[in-house]
């Protein structure tokens, strides 16, 4: 099983980035994908969710608006379309991958700076 991060990097404020998340090894069909967050000292925060064939999406109050997670079951990836970034954006992100068994995959995350 692998979930592989990419599209992490340094961006002005106001800018954009798009993460990708490549997964092999498991049927992606059968898993809720999702984006989280961490900051150094805090917790990981959940950043946004799409459904198992994408038809459900639910982001955090803090990126509404601004983020948009979509996914392509041919493809097995899972995107996070990130827009308008602000300082406080600044985290490595993670990808999820979650069935209705309770099994659980993570990637090793891509780190997101946004700075001037």
């Known amino acids: 099983v692998q979930l592989v991060e990419s599209g992490g990097g340094l961006v002005q404020p106001g800018g954009s980035l798009r993460l990708s998340c490549a997964a092999s090894?498991?049927?992606?069909?059968?898993?809720?994908m999702s984006w989280y967050r961490q900051v150094p000292g805090k917790e990981r925060e959940l950043v946004a969710t799409i459904s198992r064939f994408g038809g459900t999406t639910d982001y955090a109050d803090s990126v509404k608006g601004r983020f948009t997670i979509s996914r392509d079951n041919v493809k097995n990836t899972v995107w996070l379309r990130m827009n308008s970034l602000k300082p406080e954006d600044t985290a490595v992100y993670y990808c999820?991958?979650?069935?209705?068994?309770?099994?659980?995959?993570w990637g090793q995350g891509t780190q997101v700076t946004v700075s001037s």
């Open positions: 090894g498991f049927t992606f069909s059968s898993y809720a």
């Open positions: 999820q991958a979650r069935n209705a068994w309770g099994s659980i995959y």
